[in-house]
């Protein structure tokens, strides 16, 4: 009986204090909201742009069409990977777009719809 006792509050007591030792120090919070937060030192014209974003993206897609070339080369991957993007999808005549939708206000409302491909 005791045993078992001594095991119930032991379980007890790591399920109370597992959630305080897995929350991060103060000083690791306070780091990750100083990243998070917009910076107060570098002015507004100064901070990055969104197509200043986009570099390291171009950056991937050309190592990932390089490696492609590579892998085809090779022969370890076969050469219709490689094929231009000018072919496109049998049958699509559709495009999901954006409809307006007047409301009893005389408000639009901007709603995702089908598109069809001849307008």
Known sequence: MDCRLIALVSVCLFLLTSPALSAPAADARSHLEQMLSPSKDVPLSKRPKYMDTRDPQDIFKDLVYLTLQQLVSEGKVTPDVMTGADIGV??????????????????????????????
């Open 90 to 119: 049998p049958g699509k005549r559709g495009h999901q777009g954006l409809c307006l939708r007047r409301t009893a206000s005389q408000r639009f409302i901007a709603y995702p719809c089908w598109q069809s491909g001849s307008k």
